[in-house]
């Protein structure tokens, strides 16, 4: 039993985690996949390291920005350019900021949930897929908007109310395709960091990561894809073909033929990358007698800034369910 459990070790999952946690509730995080921090995901590849998710944090406003110096004072971020608007990568990856923000958290990796239901009058009940099962009196689903549909679903009006229900199915999600690219260490590099492709039928963005990295041994590319070229493959088995014409596109493009013929390549399928429609709220909450909201960067906005909102958002609300929670910082 636990005061609230959190499905999701995301950005917004591991913010509510950790400020609930500081206000002296019990709570455990499920994260389905064995890592932490969701979409700021790095791989570890060829002796070296890229970030295959978001590739940079770009603070609009001032709460995000005392996270990102947080970060920068532990040497965790640091930036990357100055212009247009300053940019901040992790040298180590970024997947080091989930690493960070998931200290001192109860977080079982590995435990994808398959089912929510009431366990009591006062407590929720969680079905793991080890068949294990959890009871908790709040949840918290930090996980983007169609995967807490499927599983709430199941749940039905007459206990999560149809405007929830409504709201939930609304948010809808671009996906991407992401391809790494490692090439040879004579190769020219280009004077850029970082080009966006606007109106590109293949690509929408494309980044120098090794320009991220202390000691780069190689030119790593990471290279992400227009929406509208993802949606036409997202069920494509086989993606290697897919990023290879991702990087003929770049090739012929940036007029950098080199680019079309890697050392070595690798790919990922994220099927819920961007938030289209987004929820307007930083927070989404069910008409359930017992406490359960939703939150993640599709609430309020499509950002990992909206995400932290969102999940301090979610801590809040929870804690109007349960109890008082103290002014607390978001790190200690």
Avoid at 166 to 179: G, H, K, R
Avoid at 282 to 308: F, I, K, R
Wanted: hydrophobic share 40%.
């Amino acid at each position: 039993m636990t005061d609230i459990a959190i499905i999701g070790a995301g950005m917004a999952g591991l913010i509510c985690a950790q400020r609930l946690t500081e206000a002296g509730y019990s709570v455990v995080v499920l994260e389905k996949s064995r890592g932490f921090g969701g979409r700021l995901a790095t791989r570890r590849l060829h002796g070296t390291w890229a970030d295959h998710g978001a590739c940079y944090l770009q603070p609009q406003g001032e709460l995000f920005a005392n996270l990102v110096q947080s970060l920068c004072d532990r040497h965790i971020l640091e930036l990357w350019q100055d212009q247009p608007q300053p940019r901040y990568i992790a040298p180590a990856g970024m997947s080091t900021i989930g690493k960070f923000l998931a200290q001192g958290l109860e977080i079982q990796l590995n435990q994808r949930v398959t089912a929510i239901h009431p366990h009591s009058a006062n407590t929720w009940g969680l079905t793991l897929e080890s068949s294990a099962q959890l009871t908790a009196t709040a949840i918290v689903l930090a996980i983007p908007a169609p995967q807490a549909l499927a599983l709430l679903s199941p749940l039905g009006e007459p206990i999560l109310g149809k405007a929830f229900l409504d709201n939930l199915t609304s948010v809808e999600f671009y996906p991407c395709i992401t391809a790494i690219a490692g090439y040879p260490p004579t190769s020219p590099l280009p004077p850029w960091k970082e080009r966006k492709f606007t109106d590109e039928p293949v690509l929408g963005w494309m980044g120098l990561d090794s320009s991220k990295r202390p000691h780069p041994q190689q030119p790593v590319f990471v290279l992400q894809s227009s929406a509208n070229f993802a949606q036409l493959h997202l069920e494509t088995p086989d993606l290697q073909p897919v990023a290879q014409e991702m990087l003929q596109t770049a090739a012929h493009s940036l007029g950098l033929p080199w680019l079309a013929t890697p050392d070595w390549m690798q790919v990922h399928r994220w099927r819920y990358a961007f938030p289209s429609r987004p929820w307007p709220h930083p927070v989404l909450s069910a008409q359930s007698p017992l406490p359960l909201v939703c939150c993640g960067d599709w609430c309020g906005g499509n950002l990992t800034e909206d995400a932290m909102i969102s999940g301090i958002a979610a801590s809040v609300e929870i804690n109007h369910y349960l109890r008082q929670l103290p002014d607390i910082s978001i790190l200690t």
